[in-house]
């Protein structure tokens, strides 16, 4: 386990939560989370040992749905037409 002096310092949660974000993009079923660190007054990224399995995988869960949606911005089935599928 890397100690907080090893890990990457952001600002605020925001700055945080967009690399946090980026990695979870990556990874599936991670309990990784932001936290704030008195020590270097900032935000780190580490992992949550007590965060529930029911927690990460509503937020998995979540993260597909948001993709889905976003996707579907994009892409609209209705268009192909002709095409069997």
């Known amino acids: 386990m890397k100690s907080c002096d090893e890990?990457?310092?952001y600002k605020n949660f925001r700055e945080g939560n967009i690399e946090l974000n980026k990695i979870l993009q990556k990874i599936l079923f991670s309990n990784?989370?932001?936290y704030w660190c008195k020590k270097h007054n900032?935000?780190?990224i580490g992992h949550?040992?007590?965060m529930k399995n029911e927690t990460i995988l509503k937020r998995q869960f979540n993260s597909?749905?948001?993709f889905?949606?976003?996707s579907e911005e994009y892409?609209?089935?209705n268009e192909l037409v002709g095409i069997e599928v």
Do not use: A
Request: proline share 5%; hydrophobic share 30%.
């Open 42 to 44: 900032c935000v780190h």
């Open 64 to 66: 597909i749905k948001n």
């Open 75 to 77: 892409f609209n089935p």
């Open 68 to 70: 889905v949606i976003s």
């Open 48 to 50: 949550n040992y007590r």
């Open 32 to 34: 990784l989370n932001t």
């Open 7 to 9: 890990k990457k310092q």
